[in-house]
């Protein structure tokens, strides 16, 4: 690669999955095994190719954008982003339109809810015009998978195939040598109307691409993770702290509450006669006293008093009394049992 890489991450979309919670936040702040989904995915481009010269583009949307921009700026300080607005929720393709002026040469995209485990420096001797990263799943039916040919071309992408003999599932990862050609077709796209509810999908502008003669090949992923949804989102806490994202031993004598690994509790959270885990993350500043918690999140500055909770998602400055049970409240509540 000549040129920095463009890093994408479309960010635009509403949450509406993981509300409450993102009623007041965009969805990569919501919390997760002790940061929140957007390190993650900063965290997952380490390995490409001079990433200190990279190019970040976080696309938009019309409302809470400045907590994204607030958050990297103030977490990222050296990081080189670009925030373009996406102003109507009409696709991922039209996401990509609206960053047209930031968008040329050898371009990396993931989705926001898009976490996987890649080594991406091969990217420094790609020799394909593009790259898309798949799983390889039992039943791929309510996937987006790649037609590969004998050749291990990617011929087209299909969206929720009716049988499982091609279950070569897209995660929602591509690398383009030159954003131009996708802008391109993005463009032929939109003058066709190609387009499903008023929404533009990107596997139609790569269609288009393949039509042209794009030479595309598949990646292989092992580990593909979810933050689009509660349960998804609680899955991918687990198996974070399963793979070393915790530290159960910094609390592991505590002198009045039980510790059960894996957990990740902020240094400057608080907890008195509780028993926390598995499987749960606690935010700065946050106090637990005489409660029960496991396998949950619960965001900074939260105080919970006797309570017992379980697979919940608790956001941040808000106060549970007295609860039992499974809950997803958004932050700034309060709820008493």
């Not at 390190?39 to 809470?64: K, R, W």
């Not at 371009?107 to 798949?134: C, G, H, K, P, R």
């Not at 059960?260 to 993350?281: K, T, Y």
């Not at 379980?310 to 808000?318: C, D, F, R």
Request: include cysteine; glycine fraction near 8%; hydrophobic fraction near 40%.
């Amino acid at each position: 690669m000549t040129k920095p890489i463009k890093i994408v991450i479309p960010m635009a979309g509403f949450g509406t999955r993981l509300r409450p919670l993102t009623w007041s936040k965009p969805k990569p702040l919501v919390s997760l095994a002790g940061k929140t989904v957007l390190d993650y995915l900063i965290d997952m481009f380490g390995s490409v190719p001079n990433v200190n010269q990279a190019e970040f583009v976080f696309i938009l949307g019309p409302t809470m954008g400045d907590q994204i921009q607030d958050y990297t700026t103030q977490h990222y300080p050296d990081l080189h982003v670009n925030y373009p607005i996406q102003p109507e929720m009409k696709g991922q393709s039209d996401a990509f339109w609206q960053a047209r002026e930031f968008l040329d040469g050898p371009m990396l995209m993931a989705f926001s809810d898009t976490l996987i485990e890649n080594d991406f420096s091969f990217l420094a001797d790609e020799t394909a015009d593009a790259v898309a990263w798949v799983k390889p799943v039992p039943d791929p039916r309510r996937f987006g998978v790649a037609e590969v040919d004998e050749n291990g071309w990617v011929t087209k992408l299909f969206e929720k195939p009716k049988d499982v003999h091609n279950n070569l599932v897209v995660v929602g990862c591509y690398y383009f040598s030159k954003a131009e050609e996708l802008l391109s077709a993005i463009e032929e796209q939109k003058q066709q109307g190609i387009s499903l509810k008023g929404e533009y999908y990107l596997a139609d502008a790569i269609n288009i691409m393949l039509g042209r003669g794009l030479k595309m090949r598949v990646e292989t992923v092992e580990t593909w993770l979810d933050a689009g949804t509660s349960s998804a989102i609680l899955e991918t806490n687990r198996f974070m702290m399963d793979h070393g994202r915790e530290n159960s031993r910094q609390w592991a004598d505590h002198p009045d509450s039980l510790i059960i690994p894996p957990v990740n509790i902020h240094p400057g959270a608080q907890i008195v006669d509780s028993v926390l885990g598995p499987h749960v993350s606690i935010g700065e500043g946050t106090q637990v006293k005489r409660s029960i918690i496991k396998d949950s999140i619960i965001g900074s500055g939260t105080k919970i008093t006797d309570s017992r909770l379980e697979t919940s998602l608790i956001g941040h400055n808000t106060t549970i009394t007295g609860l039992s049970g499974s809950f997803n409240i958004g932050d700034d509540c309060q709820a008493q049992g």
